[in-house]
Each structure stands twice: as structure tokens, then as C-alpha cells.
């Protein structure tokens, strides 16, 4: 059997989930589509309207009469069967797609929050029973309510075995992900062992992302601001914000970010580390760290690269345990970055060798899922 293990995959959740497993007493607080007057399909949910995203479209193409985009994933049988063909993957991670437009960090009422996340998690662990081996899910949590997030982090671990976190790059709230307000959290992960993935979405973006008011309605720029920028934050943010070596249990990842842009990443942080308290002293808020940079990202981060991405070989050079590989299957980007070459094209890369192929695909993985 293929052993290539997807890092980022999706299910098209609907939002009859929500009606189905949430708690009755919030049933009537669940998200809604609204078709507003130009047409766009939008979701309501707890008064924000999504996408946000200035001039997007919206989710009519995904959600609408006649969806543009393929639905039949949502069954687990097919998409094993998919697996075993032309996805030929052993292993899916599964996020959500409406489930990261704001349900992990915007909704203000803790209840409502909580409640929405585990009807989610109830979803997904149903939807992964069919093989816990292959379909490995990746939780909602109430990240802008930390305690909430803690206890329904523990509730999924138990009644799902779910044990990777998926969430968006940027910070609910404008506090940083290292900020002490979110230590329950990363407390229960490092006991647990759960792992975060942040995947960002230009459906659902965080009000608060960079680009997307600057940039508007200009895609390009705002996929870049979104994915790429974002998650170079976030990383830069449990690095040098102290959060990677006070849990040093947790593993935090990226995906749909691409990798061309590690090596010099990686680089510019080692370079510029100690700088702010050479030029400040006491007053530049530099963590003291035991590791450089690069070190906590070897250690305890993963990024998934494209099978299209013309950069693979030097993000692995710069964090050889780092790097896995992803389609985005079934969204439309992965026809343009993933699914048209597939996981075992990255094999055929004439810059990889059997060996470091091996890694990528498999072994990198498996420690990330583990």
C-alpha cells in the first residue's frame, strides 16, 4: 500500500452539521447563509458575516445550487477509495473549510463557542471512525476562549482521538499566540500531546490578517498575506515569544503556506536573535531562549509544502525534519499546486533522492501525526 501521507486535506462540513450535533439549546444560534443583494453566498455566524474579505466573492461557488468543486470526499468510503487510486495516499489529514471561517476564533460568547467546536468535533470523530488510521481529523477549539479551548481539547482527545488542532495563523484578538492569556491551552496540549496546525482560509480569514483591507479584492496578494506571511508570523510568534520552549511537548505546523521561504526565514531569525537587547537592553522584550531559533523550529515544527512548490529541496536542507507534503484535496487550489502532479511526484523530483523523498512524504509525517 502507498505509505505518502497528505499533511493538509478537507472535508466540505455543511451547515446542517451544526443543526445535527449541537447541543439542542443552542440550535438556534447555529451559523446561516444569506445571499445578499449582488448575489454572494455569505455565512452569518454569531453576527460576523463571512467571508470577510473585502469584495470576495463568496461561498457560492463551494456551497451554492450547483457547486463548482467536488463534494463526494464527504463520504468516507470514497474517499478511502480515492485514497487507494488517484489520491494515492495512505493517510488524510482532514480539515474543516466553512469550519475555519471563524469558528475558532471570533465568536465572543464562550457557551456558543464551545458548543459550535464540539458539535464539529462530534462530526469529524463520526466521519474518521470509518478508518481512525487513515482518517486522522484535525479539532475545532475556542482558541479566543483559552480555558474553553483547554477543556474541549481534553474532550476530544478522549471521545474522538483527534490529537492535531487546526486554527487559523493569526491571533483571535490582536494578543499574540505567546501571550500568558493563552497558556491553558498550550498547557493542556503539552500534556496531551496535541499538536496545532495553523491553516488559513480567504474565506474566513481573522478580521484582523494582514492584507486583506489593503489588498481587497486583489487575490494574489491577498493569498499571499493570508497563507504565507501569516504563518511566518505565527511561527516567529511560539518561537521567539517563549511558547515553544515552555511546552516543549507541543508541535505547531503550517499548511497551504508553501516552503520556498524558510531557509531565509530561518536565517534572518538566527541573525536578528540578541539583536533587540544589544540596541535596548532590558527594554526590547527579548525572551531569553536556550535554543536559537532555527533549533525550536527543527525540533517542534513541521511545514507541508505543495508537490509543485520548486523549493522543497532547500526547505528540507534547512529543517530536515521538518518538511511534508500536501494536495489541499478537494479545494480548487489543489489543481493548480497539489493534486495535478500528486504525492508520489514529489518521488520523481530530480532534486531528491530516494531517501529525502522517503522523509518527506512518510517519515516527517508520522512524526507530526504520531
Keep these: 500500500m502507498n505509505q505518502c501521507i497528505d499533511s493538509d486535506t478537507h472535508i466540505y462540513d455543511n451547515l446542517d452539521i451544526w443543526q445535527k450535533f449541537v447541543d439542542p439549546k443552542l440550535r438556534d444560534r447555529i451559523p446561516f447563509w444569506k445571499t445578499d443583494e449582488s448575489g454572494r453566498l455569505l ?97 475545532l477549539l475556542p482558541v479566543n476562549h483559552p480555558e474553553e479551548a483547554a477543556a474541549e481539547m481534553k474532550w476530544a482527545v478522549e471521545n474522538t482521538s483527534m490529537k492535531i488542532v487546526g486554527l487559523p495563523p493569526t491571533p483571535p484578538g490582536d494578543l499574540p499566540w505567546s501571550h500568558p492569556s493563552r ?65 516543549p511537548n507541543i508541535m505547531v505546523g503550517a499548511t497551504e503556506a508553501h516552503v520556498h521561504w524558510l531557509p531565509g526565514w530561518l536565517r534572518l531569525l538566527d541573525q536578528q536573535f540578541g539583536a533587540g537587547t544589544k540596541i535596548w537592553s532590558t527594554q526590547s522584550g527579548e525572551f531569553s531562549l536556550k535554543l536559537m531559533p532555527s533549533e525550536y523550529f527543527r525540533r517542534q515544527c ?55 523523498a522517503r522523509r518527506i512524504l512518510v517519515d516527517n509525517a508520522r512524526r507530526f501525526i504520531a
Design 43 to 139: 455565512m452569518i455566524l454569531d453576527e460576523q458575516v463571512y467571508p470577510t474579505v473585502p469584495g470576495h466573492p463568496g461561498f457560492g461557488r463551494l456551497y451554492g445550487p450547483k457547486p463548482e468543486v467536488d463534494h463526494t470526499g464527504n463520504d468516507p468510503q470514497v474517499r478511502l477509495k480515492y485514497m487507494d487510486g488517484d489520491g494515492a495516499a495512505d493517510i488524510h489529514v482532514i480539515f474543516p473549510t466553512l469550519g475555519l471561517a471563524g469558528f475558532p476564533g471570533s465568536i465572543r460568547d464562550p457557551e456558543l463557542a464551545g458548543g459550535l467546536s464540539r458539535a464539529y468535533n462530534r462530526y469529524l470523530g463520526e466521519f474518521c471512525s470509518a478508518d481512525r488510521r487513515r482518517l486522522v481529523g484535525t479539532m
Design 183 to 247: 497558556d491553558p491551552m498550550w498547557r493542556m496540549a503539552n500534556e496531551l500531546g496535541v499538536r496545532f496546525s495553523f491553516h488559513e482560509t480567504t474565506t474566513g480569514a481573522m478580521t484582523n490578517a494582514v492584507g486583506i483591507h489593503r489588498y481587497r479584492t486583489h487575490w494574489p496578494m491577498v493569498y499571499l498575506c493570508t497563507h504565507v506571511l501569516e504563518a511566518q508570523l505565527a511561527f516567529t510568534d511560539v518561537i521567539l515569544g517563549g511558547t515553544l520552549e515552555r511546552f
Design 302 to 356: 513541521f511545514l507541508a509544502a505543495f508537490p509543485r512548490d520548486s523549493m522543497i529541496r532547500d526547505a528540507y536542507d534547512a529543517a530536515p525534519e521538518s518538511i511534508t507534503v500536501c494536495t489541499d484535496y478537494p479545494h480548487p487550489v489543489a489543481s493548480v499546486y497539489g493534486i495535478a502532479k500528486g504525492l508520489p511526484g514529489v518521488a520523481s523530483d530530480p532534486t531528491l533522492n530516494a531517501d529525502i
